[in-house]
Structures are given as structure tokens and as C-alpha cells.
């Protein structure tokens, strides 16, 4: 098996791990200040990002889809903010979870972001959210960002983290980059243009402080 192969089964193992979903559940994002605020911010920066692309979308949002949707923290959001809601996770366990967080309308089920199971053009933004920084290869983060431009007919809402920020350089001399990895945002810009997206907006959860970064884009045609 390659280097990347054995990291992609260790990270679904990790999520899959017992007690791992209820973690990122709860305690996860209520364990600190800085977790709750980190939270609080994201929610805000993805809501503003789906709602600029809801605005400029003739009718609205249809069909929108959460790969990797993790607990489901952002199923409410994504709910209200289209007509059908379909989440994935390659993570059973997650997606259990997040099944207890979700409307009765929505549909959910394990999915692997790098082939997802769905036909072209079958969404009109995908949300991908803390996925990225888990790949420390240029071609695992492209092919997620080609898989989700086939399937997204206009929008998608990313996040990376980047490289030039206090928490990225933090890690880089504390050596805590085994399962996490920053990249530079031009690497990202170049990496999302390969897979057929123009950026057209970045918010920073901390601007140069915070490695998180969320974008929004939008599909060339
Ligand atoms: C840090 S969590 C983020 C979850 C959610 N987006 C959020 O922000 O709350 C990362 C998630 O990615 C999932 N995951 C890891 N590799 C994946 C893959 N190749 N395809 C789909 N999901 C994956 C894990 O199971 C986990 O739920």
C-alpha cells in the first residue's frame, strides 16, 4: 500500500475509533474558549459564504450537499439554507451522529470524498469543510476538489489550512504536522483552478493567527 493509502485508512480509523463521534459531537467544540469561539466563527463564515452564493443564484439553492459532514454541526445551517440536504462521511460512526443532528428530510450515508457517489452536476454547492488539511499530498487535495467540481453544478464551500499564519508556523517548529498539514494559499488557489474552480471569496477564522481558512467557489463553466 502507498504512503497516502495507509494515511487515508489511518484517518478513517481515527474517526471511526470508539467514542470518536460523540467527541466530535460535543466535547470537541466545547472543550475551551478558544474551541467554542473557533466554533461560532466557522458557522458564521460558512453561513455568510452559502448565503453569498444563494444570493447570486437565480431561484435559490437546491440540492446541497456536507462531505465530509463529520457530527453535523452544520446541518441546520445547510437545511435552511436549501431545498434538499444530502450529508456523507467515510466514517460510519459520523455519520450515525450526524443523523441524530439532521432533519428527517435529509438523506445520509458513508461516502468517500474522493468518489463520491453521485451523478454529474448533482448539486448546486457542496460544502467540504476540514477535510483538506488532513491530505499532505497536492493530488489527494486535487482529486477531492475535481470530485466535488463534477458533482457540484456551481458552488462549493472549502476550507484549507494556510501556511503563512502563527498556528501553521507553530506546529511547523513544534513538529505536530503528522496529521494536520498547512498549505501555502497559493498551492490552494493552484490546486482548485486544476480542478475547474475559481476562488471568489476567503474569510479567515483569525487572519494570520488562525490557520483556518473558508472558501468560496465557484465553477468554471
Ligand atoms: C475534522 S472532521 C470535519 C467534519 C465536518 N466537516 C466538520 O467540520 O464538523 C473530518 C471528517 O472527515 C471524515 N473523512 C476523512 N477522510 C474522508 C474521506 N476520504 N472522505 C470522506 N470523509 C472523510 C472523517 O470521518 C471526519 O468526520
Redesign the pocket.
Known sequence: MTAAGRR?RE??AR?EAAGAAAF?ADERWRRSRHARRTARRELRMVAALVGRAAAATPGGLGRILD?????G?FLGLLAAAGRELVAA???RP?VEEARAAAAPAAVLLQ????APPFAARTFDLVLC???LH?FARSEERRQVLAAMARISRRWAVVSFFDAASLQAWRHRIRRRQTVRFAQTAASFVSEASAAGWEVRERRFVARGISEQTIVLLERRP
Open positions: 487515508s484517518l478513517r474517526y466530535y462531505l465530509p459532514c463529520g457530527a454541526r462521511d467515510i466514517a459520523m461516502a468517500s470524498a474522493a469543510f476540514r477535510l488532513h
